[in-house]
């Protein structure tokens, strides 16, 4: 059993590095979480007293095996939680993340093997990432930037890199959605923004910071 601020700390550990591998900051930690980096470091130290984290005091963290996996379980039940909240509640997918972020604490794991089989075992999110299985296997699937793009080069949305509310609800109002086709038609070297096609029949500029956060399929 961890509390529900463990919980929120490993999982930021965990998206801060590489699969929870790669030391993190606490001052990244403290903005990601927005707290005093004083905070940060006491709650770091009853993590390695719990062993879920490898702390070296102005080095940085790292997760331990056991904490990488319960990042992972948290992980897995927030995006299940999404899948639930947008197909059998018909919430929408900018309005799942907050609930998610309150339903991930529930400790049942019964409950999470019931979700997950009346889902029918989702690969993936509302937003395209991928949930972990009960072992903690992730599928890795091929993905490109829609910024990364050339001109005449196209794909089919798979993901995005921002879940914030706002970003979602632009999507929405512009009818990008996962699975919408998308083609490059012109790229403007003044501020990088994009013109493309949306399923060959709308025409859309879509600016720098908005292209750096849609995954295409590669």
Do not use: C
């Not at 550990?13 to 606490?26: M, R």
């Not at 963290?61 to 909240?85: D, P």
């Amino acid at each position: 059993m961890h509390s529900y601020t463990e919980e929120n700390y490993i999982k930021t550990i965990f998206k801060l590095s590489a699969n929870g591998t790669q030391e993190v900051n606490t001052n990244a930690i403290a903005e990601a979480l927005e707290t005093r980096a004083a905070s940060v470091t006491d709650m770091l130290r009853k993590l390695s007293a719990k062993q879920l984290v490898n702390y070296v005091k102005y080095k940085g963290v790292s997760l331990t095996q056991e904490g990488e996996q319960v990042a992972l379980q948290v992980i897995r039940k927030h995006r299940l939680w999404e899948v639930f909240l947008l197909e059998k509640l018909k919430f929408s997918w900018d309005e799942v993340h907050e609930v998610a972020e309150e339903l991930e604490h529930v400790n049942s794991p019964l409950l999470i093997q019931r979700l997950d089989e009346y889902l029918g075992y989702p690969k993936f999110d509302p937003h395209g990432d991928p949930i972990p299985s009960e072992s903690g296997q992730m599928m890795v699937k091929k993905q490109r930037l829609l910024a990364e793009l050339e001109i005449a080069e196209g794909g089919v949305v798979v993901g995005v890199n921002d879940s914030q509310p706002l970003f979602l609800q632009y999507l929405n109002k512009v009818g990008i959605s996962l699975g919408s086709r998308i083609r490059v038609v012109d790229k403007m070297a003044y501020d990088h923004s994009l013109e493309i096609v949306l399923e060959e029949e709308k025409s859309l500029l879509l600016s720098s910071e908005v292209s750096r956060n849609i995954f295409l399929s590669a």
